[in-house]
């Protein structure tokens, strides 16, 4: 078995970081997504 290495504490950081960054634009554009089928079907109905 090869030897682990393990991230160091800034890569770990700078990992978490990007994950929740990430996170929040996938967040932030389904609502929009949301808000626009939710507008745009208040429309029609």
Do not use: H, N, P
Request: charged share 20%; hydrophobic share 55%; proline share 0%.
């Amino acid at each position: 078995m090869k030897e682990t290495t393990w991230l160091t504490g800034k890569e770990t950081r700078k990992y978490t970081s990007v994950v929740v960054l990430f996170s929040v634009a996938f967040i932030a554009f389904f609502a929009v997504v949301d808000w626009g089928i939710q507008t745009l079907l208040k429309l029609f109905v």
